[in-house]
């Protein structure tokens, strides 16, 4: 019943902004963390930011200081906005929750292509 569902990917142009939401519907009890993954053609899925439950953060490498995860706890979503876009962060992105209760949910992705 838990369903994750993400959306604002697209094209961009490099030097440009996207702000990926991701709703989730339906009850999912004892959320630790929060997070976006993302995963290129031929490349393995890799995590681009996560919060915690205490509102910690944490970044690849590659996406400090251009990409913010933010949270909203009433409306149980979670959001990256991505800025200073570049041509190597076009991948697919995906929501992931983790919960004490029910394990781990994914949302379906979103496409973010960033042309040069």
């Known amino acids: 019943q838990v369903q994750l569902v993400e959306s604002g990917g697209g094209l961009v142009q490099a030097g440009g902004s996207l702000r990926l939401s991701c709703s989730v519907s339906?009850?999912?009890?004892?959320?630790?963390?929060m997070g976006w993954y993302r995963q290129a053609p031929g490349k393995q899925r890799e995590l681009v930011a996560g919060?915690?439950?205490?509102?910690?953060?944490n970044y690849a490498d590659s996406v400090k200081g251009r990409f913010t995860i933010s949270r909203d706890i009433r409306k149980n979503a979670v959001y990256l906005q991505m800025n200073s876009l570049k041509p190597e962060d076009t991948a697919v992105y995906y929501c992931?929750?983790?919960?004490?209760?029910?394990?781990?949910?994914w949302g379906q992705g979103t496409q973010v292509t960033v042309s040069s």
């Open positions: 919060s915690t439950s205490g509102g910690r953060t």
């Open positions: 992931n929750t983790e919960a004490s209760v029910g394990g781990t949910y």
């Open positions: 339906g009850r999912i009890v004892g959320i630790n963390a």
